[in-house]
């Protein structure tokens, strides 16, 4: 068992005792590339990703593909 040392709280496994410690420190490890968000822990991060920047994947994704729309080009002659 691994103990808190600022609440006491017996936690069964080091991993999550150090997941538990942010609680107290209020580190944010985990931060996102498109923004300033940070997050306790990493499923939080991936939660976030999807939700706040569909946008900018959806812009980069018309940037990189060719437009639908083009117009012909004539034949050289």
Known sequence: MYHCPFCDLQIPSRSRLV???????????FRCSFCAAG?????????HLPK???????????????PTHAMPVPPLR
């Open 19 to 29: 997941e538990h410690l942010v609680k107290h420190t209020k580190e944010k490890p």
């Open 52 to 66: 706040h920047h569909a946008v900018i994947e959806r812009l980069h994704t018309s940037r990189c593909s060719p």
């Open 39 to 47: 997050f306790t822990r990493r499923d939080a991060l991936n939660s």
